[in-house]
């Protein structure tokens, strides 16, 4: 089981919870386990070219990645992060 931190502007999708748990062998995998029960929160985090979208960060662990195709294992921590603005 993968533990997922969800920022605070996608809990809408998640009904309220900042962190849950998924399943999948990839951040990839992860986000369409996550994406089953949440509908929309993968649209929010990967655009339609299957590419993080430039305002979102994963990382697994304290390592930063870009890839959907990043390897994950039982137990590990996807950390899910977005940019934020103001003025």
Excluded: C
Excluded at 18 to 34: I, T
Excluded at 50 to 76: N, P, W, Y
């Amino acid at each position: 089981m993968i533990r997922v931190l969800i920022p605070s502007q996608l809990i809408a999708y998640t009904d309220g919870a900042s962190r849950v748990e998924a399943e999948g062998a990839s951040v990839g995998a992860v986000l369409d386990d996550l994406d089953a029960r949440f509908p929309g929160l993968k649209f929010r985090v990967i655009d339609e070219q299957d590419r993080v979208r430039k305002h979102m960060r994963l990382f697994i662990g304290q390592a930063e990645t870009r890839s959907i195709a990043a390897a994950l294992a039982d137990g590990d921590e996807l950390l899910i992060f977005g940019a934020l603005s103001g003025g």
